[in-house]
């Protein structure tokens, strides 16, 4: 006999929701009403879903779902389950406003590749995950939907820019998540919000296609869950190749969860631990020990941890960081600045994105790319010697929500709206797959925090079981708050 479902169903996380629907012990119809419950009752307070579709749209798609399942048709493992895409990626039947005044009614003809292939998973996109405007900066917050506060202090940021994704999945708004990562924009806010977040090898998950399919190769697309499995089972859903996009990757994510022994991913993995970079990034107070501890649990797992040297200038890594956002990021500007009132309306940050690509020399963006170049030469090296490399996920704990940015870290000032979010760049660089792991808690006002590692190009699958066999030594998603 059927075993009768869970109470509250958004407690599971997105497999086990799967397997009950599949088994026809809860109905999609049952799941979607019980995650809008959820989300009428706390979203008023946490502002990260937006754009949502009307309720009873959404219970006519899950009733049809329903009846596919009757007649023993299945889409695939998200068959029925709700998701909500962010704010920068399109969704026919929803605008892609990202967070910004003078996107509020922009329909998209057409999903993204990521949500296209979500939708073919069986998905029903319930509405949009809120961001900072324009995708900028590591805090969410925007003039046309405002701020996002983090799952964890409703008066601290949740990061940003996937900070509206974080924060529906902590609060179990959404099952799982998908977002995007130029600058940690997977990896910050999963951190701040006690998920997991990962940002997968540059081109295993084709992106847009947009108005350049050539140059533009920092972001990428990925997911974010509550638990490994979630994570692996989406990014196998988002990867693969696209023949509009040319650099995306042909290979397949090889990976399946090891349900027998997940820990036996940490017995030998060599692990070096970047930390500070030697001083060169500033960190608040307690984040290294934090982060440091997180890895000593893999180390009596069977893992070796080491500290390391990053082996290149870090400041000449920054500088190069600088001429390629700016040479990527003002195109996305410039295509907004001839509107009117576009000066206006757009964050200074953007502006300001946008002014110094303007007055780049062309010279100055190839010297980047042959840095760049040299960069990821010298991480293949770095990580032939070691399984990974690991440094926080975030140098500061979540600060003041009314923030824009922190002007200063440990008493270090920073020199642009995203230097604090440094610590991000060296997988992004090189285009590395990195994952960032709950790590845990400030001691004094129980903020979380994330620990990030690093692998070479194309080993997303052995980030995904070194991953497992940490959430299988830390235990699984911690709730909330105590009782929950």
Not at 452 to 462: K, R
Request: aromatic share 6%; with cysteine; hydrophobic share 45%.
């Amino acid at each position: 006999m059927p075993q009768p479902a869970p109470s509250d169903l958004t407690s599971l996380d997105a497999s086990a929701l799967s397997a009950l629907i599949h088994a026809r012990r809860a109905s999609c119809r049952e799941v979607m009403q019980a995650y809008l419950e959820r989300i009428h009752a706390l979203n008023p307070t946490l502002n990260a879903i937006v754009n949502l579709a009307p309720d009873d749209t959404l219970l006519a798609q899950a009733d049809a779902c329903d009846a596919e399942l009757a007649q023993g048709h299945s889409r695939g493992w998200l068959h029925g389950i709700p998701q909500a895409i962010k704010d920068a990626s399109d969704a026919a039947g929803f605008p892609t406003t990202k967070g910004c005044t003078l996107l509020a009614q922009n329909m998209p003809a057409r999903d993204s590749v990521m949500t296209q292939r979500m939708k073919e998973a069986g998905c029903i996109v319930i509405g949009k995950t809120n961001l900072p405007e324009l995708g900028l900066g590591s805090h969410t917050f925007n003039n046309l939907f405002g701020a996002t506060p983090n799952a964890w202090d409703a008066g601290v940021s949740a990061g940003g820019s996937s900070g509206g994704a974080a924060v529906a999945l902590a609060q179990r708004l959404l099952p799982v998540a998908d977002g995007s990562d130029f600058m940690g924009s997977l990896r910050n806010p999963a951190g701040w919000n006690h998920v997991y977040g990962m940002r997968p090898t540059q081109g295993r998950v084709p992106s847009g296609p947009g108005p350049d399919v050539w140059i533009d190769q920092l972001s990428t697309e990925g997911p974010m869950a509550r638990s490994v499995r979630d994570l692996g089972r989406l990014l196998a859903t988002q990867s693969g190749h696209d023949k509009r996009l040319p650099l995306s990757l042909q290979s397949t994510l090889d990976w399946s969860p090891d349900t027998a022994e997940p820990v036996q991913a940490l017995r030998g993995l060599k692990i070096g631990w970047l930390g500070d970079l030697n001083g060169y990034l500033a960190m608040d107070e307690g984040v290294l020990q934090v982060c440091r501890k997180a890895l000593g649990h893999m180390e009596q797992a069977g893992a070796a941890v080491q500290d390391i040297a990053l082996g290149m200038d870090a400041g000449e890594l920054w500088e190069c960081w600088l001429t390629w956002r700016r040479a990527l990021v003002g195109p996305r500007v410039h295509a907004l600045i001839g509107l009117p009132g576009a000066r206006e309306a757009i964050k200074p940050e953007a502006l300001w994105e946008y002014d110094q690509s303007m007055a780049l020399p062309f010279m100055d963006f190839m010297r980047a790319s042959q840095v760049r170049s040299r960069y990821y030469q010298h991480m293949r090296g770095l990580l032939a010697q070691w399984d990974v490399v690991a440094l926080p996920s975030a140098q500061v704990w979540p600060f003041a929500i009314g923030e824009r940015w922190p002007r200063q870290i440990a008493g270090r000032a920073m020199d642009t709206y995203h230097r604090w979010m440094e610590a991000t760049i060296y997988a992004t660089l090189a285009g590395l797959p990195a994952i960032s792991l709950p790590a845990g808690f400030h001691a004094q006002h129980g903020w979380p925090m994330g620990v990030q590692l690093i692998a070479a190009h194309s080993a997303d699958a052995l980030l995904l079981r070194v991953a497992a066999g940490y959430e299988a030594v830390r235990g699984g998603f911690i709730a909330l708050r105590p009782g929950e």
